[in-house]
Structures are given as structure tokens and as C-alpha cells.
């Protein structure tokens, strides 16, 4: 996966105009993350939302990278389908968002880019899986190969996403992050794990 990150944090987002997730973004990581104050004032409450959920993940993954109770490619499953659900796939707004948030993480060195950045490869395999529009593709144009055994690893899930969803969230919950998993995070994992989760 990805790792490193950008320089702005929790706390990059608690300037007007105030978001939803402002009590939540106070906890200041000491590591980067892909939590970028421009977009977050552009693009407002669902960009802040997707990147901590994100943020919160990769913070998950970071703790045990080997971990093989999950699938590999859990961190990136879950970023998907939280994209996939809080967000109209169809919509240009949607799209505007992904790009400037997918572009900002790429534009940076691998080794500089923070917690979080495996959204990119979520955007990536809902590109390729058909369910973001091709014509986000064209942002994907520097890679010199698909990332072939996170797809192929990716496609099982998606299998049976309920199934799946409920496997990956149950045992997120069941592990300790300092700091904790931001609210609304915890909110979308326990969806997921109880099956009220809707993919769009």
C-alpha cells in the first residue's frame, strides 16, 4: 500500500466555515496523513468524512501489516465501500471530489504520503471494477502496471461484499487505536458490520 503522507492533519479542518466532523478532527495525529485543509474547505463535510475513515484504516493496517486474520487488501475493501455508500457514484460533485482528492496524494513522493492514501487505490479498483465512471482513469495514466494481486485479492471480496463487510468491520471494532477511531468512523464500521451498510 501507499504510506508516508501530506502534511495536514485532524486539526488542518477545525477553521471556518465549520464542518460536521470538527469535534472529531480535534485529536492531532503526529504522523501525516492525506487530510488536506484546501480540499477539506472546498469540498466541505464529505471529503473531511472520507478521509478520516480512511485515515482511521490505515492507522488500523499500520498497527499489524502482516496481520493475516483479514484478507489482504481489507484496508483498501473497506475505503471502497465507504465510498461507494456515502457517496452518488453518478455525481459530478462526487467525481470532482475523488479526483482532487486521488491527484493531491499522487502528486507526492510514496515515501511522503500519510495515513489514508490507499483511498487511492479504492478510487482505482471501483474505476476498474466499473462502478466510478472510466473517466476518472485518465489520473491512474503515471502507473506503469495495475496493481494485479490487489485486484485479483479485491475481486474476492467483492464476491460477497456483505459477507465480507461484515468480516472486516467485526474485527476492526474488536482492535484498540490510540487515538480511537473518530466517531463517525466507529458509526460506518459498526453499519458494516451489522449488515445496514448500502452500497450504492
Request: glycine share 4%.
Amino acid at each position: 500500500m501507499l504510506r508516508g503522507g501530506l502534511c495536514d492533519s485532524f486539526d488542518a479542518v477545525s477553521d471556518p466555515p465549520k464542518l460536521r466532523l470538527q469535534q472529531a478532527a480535534r485529536t492531532r495525529l503526529e504522523q501525516p496523513t492525506i487530510m488536506d485543509r484546501t480540499l477539506a474547505l472546498e469540498h466541505g463535510a464529505p471529503y473531511v468524512q472520507l478521509a478520516v475513515f480512511a485515515i482511521d484504516l490505515d492507522r488500523l493496517f499500520a498497527l499489524d501489516p502482516e496481520r493475516s486474520v483479514l484478507p489482504f487488501g481489507w484496508e483498501v475493501f473497506l475505503s471502497e465501500a465507504y465510498l461507494l455508500g456515502a457517496l452518488d457514484p453518478n455525481a459530478e460533485t462526487t467525481h470532482a471530489l475523488l479526483e482532487d482528492t486521488c491527484l493531491a496524494v499522487l502528486a507526492q513522493e510514496p515515501d511522503e504520503q500519510g495515513y489514508g492514501s490507499q483511498l487511492v487505490f479504492a478510487v482505482y479498483d471501483a474505476v476498474h471494477r466499473g462502478a466510478l465512471p472510466k473517466t476518472l482513469a485518465p489520473m491512474f495514466r503515471s502507473w506503469r502496471k495495475a496493481p494485479v494481486q490487489l485486484l485479483d485479492a479485491l475481486a474476492e471480496l467483492w464476491r460477497d461484499p456483505l459477507a465480507s463487510l461484515q468480516r472486516c468491520a467485526a474485527d476492526c471494532l474488536q482492535r484498540k487505536l490510540d487515538p480511537p477511531f473518530a466517531p463517525p468512523t466507529r458509526t460506518v464500521l459498526e453499519a458494516m458490520r451489522d449488515g445496514r451498510w448500502a452500497l450504492r
